[in-house]
């Protein structure tokens, strides 16, 4: 279906971009200003903070308006504006797969520098795992499935900003020593709040969270060693909860005498209710925010990691 969708992409993708440079007779690279599309809101968080101060340079997110990445489609728009971009930063994962297909047919290298996280963040990714107790998909995974969530580690946003900056510098070399500058200070905001998570999680009375939802947080349960138990993995389409699972969490949550249930972002928490509910549990239902849906207005990057940091506290201390 994927490459189906693809396929057809690559077919309107053609006529828009005949139909609409005929119209505008120019692109976005002959308006004169270098745009950067980023298919997710971390990554345009931190390009506009690396950015900062630019001339001639604009910065748009791609998946907007609280789209999830597990389950957005491209629009033929959404491939023209793509392909007239100056750089594309997309993660590199199965949410985004449909990138692998299109990409090659419509995107000119010479003009669009086309960058993928997990690329860019190399032997650091992680596979998807699948841990004691987690429901299996119905449908089986290709195995060795990369864990696509990279940002929800501060250690690899200071690896990937740096990633990006070096890029930005090679094909904008009119704002290097900028870009340069800009990401010196945003790596030592990152890098200060990295020590807090670690000084604040340091001497924890629990070391286990219990997820009562998909579990996209294994890069930054891993920074700090902490343990977890979960309903479903990370890029998971399941939503329905079996018996097992349910009984396993409730089983887990009694036995560890944890204070809290996590859920992420979008839950309507009707997994963990039923959690409690099982286990006759009055632990606290906590929600740690995996900025997959993200609106570009209201919250930064790092005001997000910051909340979640206050969650954590919550459920671990």
Partial sequence: MK??????LVVLLAFSALTGCAASGETQQDSGKYTIIAAVYPVYDWLKNITDGAENVEVELLVDGGADLHSYQPTADDMVRISHSDMFVYVGGVSDAWVGDAMNSIVSRDKTDVVD?????????KEEE??????????????????????????????????LSKSLEQHNEANAALYRKNTDAYLKKLDALDKRYSEALYDRKYDTLLFADRFPFRYLTDDYDIRYYAAFAGCSAESEASFETVAF?????????????????????????????????????????????????????????????????????
């Fill in 3 to 8: 490459r189906v969708l693809s396929l057809l």
């Fill in 117 to 125: 996280l997990l690329t860019v963040l190399g032997d650091k990714v």
């Fill in 130 to 163: 699948e841990v004691e107790g987690m429901q299996p998909e119905e449908e089986e995974e290709e195995e060795g499935a990369k864990d696509e969530h990279v940002w929800l580690s501060l250690r690899n946003a200071e690896a990937l900003c740096k990633g």
């Fill in 249 to 317: 969490l409730s089983q887990k949550l009694n036995e560890l005498k944890l204070p809290a249930v996590i859920t992420i972002d979008g839950s309507d928490q009707k997994i963990a209710k039923t959690v409690l509910s099982t286990a006759g549990s009055d632990a606290e239902i906590l929600t740690l925010d995996s900025m997959q849906s993200v609106k570009t207005d209201g919250d930064s990057y790092l005001s997000v990691m910051e909340s979640n940091l206050e969650v954590l506290k919550k459920a671990l201390l």
